[in-house]
């Protein structure tokens, strides 16, 4: 089992920056692709970026390219998020979502379905 606990969230004004945590803990017999994503209200789910179990290639979805972040500290098992220039439509529960398997190497997932374990999400709301 492996554990991700997400923190770092809060309540900002558009133009400010956020970076949101996520610890994992528990059995990780590798490094786990790493990946956020965000769920507003009456909205499914979506990906917003992730880092390859290898930490050398990050995908980002087009709405974040340019603002967000994403990065991995292996020897702390942490990945941040920073998010830059935040706009309102940026408000949603952030999930970070790890992908534990061997031989992942540089791919990153962008399928919610591809993720093995979730933390219970940290909310950022974006005022205008």
């Known amino acids: 089992q492996v554990q991700l606990v997400e923190s770092g969230g809060g309540l900002v004004q558009a133009g400010d920056s956020l970076r949101l945590s996520c610890a994992a803990s528990?059995?990780?017999?590798?490094?786990?692709?790493m990946g956020w994503f965000r769920q507003a209200p009456g909205k499914e789910r979506e990906f917003v970026t992730g880092v390859s179990s290898s930490g050398d290639n990050t995908y980002y979805a087009d709405s974040v390219k340019g603002r967000f972040t994403i990065s991995r500290d292996s020897a702390k098992n942490t990945v941040y998020l920073q998010m830059n220039s935040l706009k309102p439509e940026d408000t949603a529960l952030y999930y970070c979502?790890?992908?534990?398997?061997?031989?992942?190497?540089?791919?990153?997932?962008?399928?919610?379905?591809?993720?093995?374990?979730w933390g219970q999400g940290t909310q950022v709301t974006v005022s205008s």
């Open positions: 528990g059995r990780t017999f590798s490094s786990p692709a």
């Open positions: 979502a790890a992908k534990v398997a061997l031989l992942l190497g540089r791919w990153v997932p962008r399928d919610q379905n591809e993720y093995d374990y």
